[in-house]
């Protein structure tokens, strides 16, 4: 499980030395709910996507895009195909026959990372076009995300979110282990707009 602050750097954050690590865990886990995603540490993700008729990009959930070896690229593998047009989709006649006839439609396809253009900072993905010169638009990306080094943002929410928990009268601050639900319960009060503020860069772009 995340934990966001190490005891050494509590009083940096302002923290009383004698807090308890129940507290940093349950902070920690109200950011990675917040930011719909399993944890801001680097995490891998498998997402699929529809590609915008007439658009080589797609745009991934969740950032920042970390490279990892040995090719040093975010990407696991990457696979994509051309399925059939949804409706408001205009397709190309010639296209869709071409298509049809190589029985392309349906298939996926692995594409080679290293011919994919991306911006880690926004995940803004370019895809190659197809074999046959035409565009895909289906993706299946497993990549890696998250933040190498937490930066002070990050701990800062998380101290915060104890002080606001700490000063919640209906939370038990003597108590001996903290109750991850009743945290939730009040999670709209310790994940204030200050909070919500220094966390805002990290939340899944595309998930609500």
Do not use: H
Not at 37 to 62: C, D, F, K
């Amino acid at each position: 499980m995340a934990c966001y602050l190490q005891p050494t750097e509590y009083q940096t954050y302002g923290l009383p030395s004698d807090v308890t690590g129940d507290w940093i865990t349950a902070a920690s886990s109200l950011i990675d709910g917040y930011c719909r995603r399993v944890s801001l540490n680097p995490t891998q993700y498998t997402e699929r996507m529809r590609i915008v008729a007439g658009s080589q990009t797609a745009r991934l959930s969740y950032l920042p895009l970390v490279a990892v070896a040995p090719a040093m690229l975010p990407f696991v593998s990457i696979q994509a195909r051309y399925a059939r047009p949804r409706r408001g989709e205009t397709a190309d006649a010639f296209q869709e026959s071409v298509l049809w006839a190589f029985s392309l439609p349906g298939a996926w396809t692995t594409i080679d990372p290293t011919t994919v253009d991306f911006v880690a900072e926004t995940g803004e993905l370019v895809f190659p076009l197809s074999v046959f010169g035409l565009p895909y638009n289906e993706v299946e990306v497993v990549y890696t995300a998250g933040l190498a080094t937490l930066p002070n943002a990050v701990q800062c929410a998380c101290a915060q979110i104890v002080k606001n928990a700490q000063a919640t009268p209906g939370l038990n601050v003597k108590s001996s282990k903290i109750d991850t639900l009743q945290l939730q319960y009040f999670s709209g009060a310790l994940l204030d707009p200050t909070v919500q503020a220094m966390l805002k860069p990290w939340v899944a772009v595309r998930m609500g």
